[in-house]
T-cell receptor, first 108, second 114 residues
Framework: GESVGLHLPTLSVQEGDNSIINCAYS??????FIWYKQESGKGPQFIID?????DKRQGQRVTVLLNKTVKHLSLQIAATQPGDSAVYFC???????FGTGTRLQVFP | EAQVTQNPRYLITVTGKKLTVTCSQN?????MSWYRQDPGLGLRQIYY???????DKGDVPEGYKVSRKEKRNFPLILESPSPNQTSLYFC?????????????FGDGTRLSIL
């Protein structure tokens, strides 16, 4: 079936640097994408979303980029902080198809 | 506070002993869903419900039952739990009036079946 996957299982960044987490999706008909953050011991928490008629959407310190040509999604976190350490999931469509997640580790 | 509440948060039990994990949401969401999360496999959908009395199988429904008698509640039932159902379970809910409705998750229930 259709699936959503992630390129990097673990990403380590220094505090203050920018982070980029990537995601590839396979269903070209997907029209809505979501990024979730999951901290240890908690459920996934919504970060930001984007519809397929957009290429970019910005939130507070986060930006999601969508490249429909290559079916690629990315999450950019500016000035990464220790509190950003978590597992990040991408998902497509409101009914959700999850990748396995990327663990972001922030070191001082 | 808008939230999805799961109970219990942790449970250790034995093979074959029926158990129910409750899920309740206070956001008047039509859609509710159950997932299990296993290392290396990500989140996999067990069952979902589009509204009261409407339930459908997800990707891994075997060994599970659900019911949706009320809009706010969506219990997950393991009639005869087995060790391969040891996992971290999440309940989620959302509106369904448009595609851009992210799901809201509970904080999870960790089940250990011995």
């Amino acid at each position: 079936g259709e699936s959503v996957g992630l390129h990097l299982p673990t990403l380590s960044v220094q505090e203050g640097d920018n982070s980029i987490i990537n995601c590839a999706y396979s269903n070209s008909a997907s029209d809505y994408f979501i990024w979730y953050k999951q901290e240890s011991g908690k459920g996934p928490q919504f970060i930001i979303d984007i519809r397929s008629n957009m290429d970019k959407r910005q939130g507070q310190r986060v930006t999601v980029l969508l490249n429909k040509t290559v079916k690629h999604l990315s999450l950019q976190i500016a000035a990464t902080q220790p509190g950003d350490s978590a597992v990040y999931f991408c998902a497509e469509n409101w009914q959700l198809i999850f990748g396995t997640g990327t663990r972001l580790q922030v070191f001082p | 506070e808008a939230q999805v509440t799961q109970n219990p948060r942790y449970l250790i039990t034995v093979t074959g002993k029926k158990l129910t994990v409750t899920c309740s949401q206070n956001m008047n969401h039509e859609y509710m869903s159950w997932y299990r999360q296993d290392p290396g496999l990500g989140l996999r959908q067990i069952y979902y419900s589009m509204n009261v009395e409407v339930t459908d199988k997800g990707d891994v429904p075997e060994g599970y039952k659900v019911s949706r008698k009320e809009k706010r509640n969506f219990p997950l039932i393991l009639e005869s739990p087995s060790p391969n159902q040891t996992s971290l379970y999440f309940c989620a809910s959302s509106f369904i009036d448009s595609i851009d409705q992210p799901q809201h998750f509970g904080d999870g229930t960790r089940l250990s079946i011995l």
